[in-house]
Nanobody, 117 residues
Framework: DVQLVESGGGSVQAGGSLRLSCAAS????????MGWFRQAPGKEREGVAA???????SYADSVKGRFTVSQDSAKNSLYLQMNSLKPEDTAVYYC????????????WGQGTQVTVS
């Protein structure tokens, strides 16, 4: 079975940092574009960052310069380093896998809550 399991969420004060992790299993990790999405209460889910199999990355304008996406393909793991966090970053963060970056998401994680106060 395909599984994407996020960890590392929590509560932090504005200006602080968190590192999210996503452990993937059950599919060929290196064949997919991996990414992070988030959904705040009352808002639509939005893309935050993505990393392709060749290591190329992309970010939402709202997080550029503050968030860094990375991966360890040998460990089938995806990461999101979040610095200079703002209250508007509060959301449930989801790990996702798509056949290609910008394409429809094939697999979703269960989400991890990030709260910035």
């Amino acid at each position: 079975d395909v599984q994407l399991v996020e960890s590392g969420g929590g509560s932090v004060q504005a200006g602080g940092s968190l590192r999210l992790s996503c452990a993937a299993s059950g599919y060929t990790y290196s064949s997919y574009c991996m990414g992070w999405f988030r959904q705040a209460p009352g808002k639509e889910r939005e893309g935050v960052a993505a990393i392709d199999s060749d290591g190329s990355t992309s970010y939402a304008d709202s997080v550029k310069g503050r968030f860094t996406v990375s991966q360890d393909s040998a460990k089938n793991s995806l990461y999101l380093q979040m610095n200079s966090l703002k209250p508007e970053d509060t959301a449930v963060y989801y790990c996702a896998a798509a056949y290609y970056c910008g394409g429809q998401v094939r697999y979703w994680g269960q989400g991890t809550q990030v709260t910035v106060s």
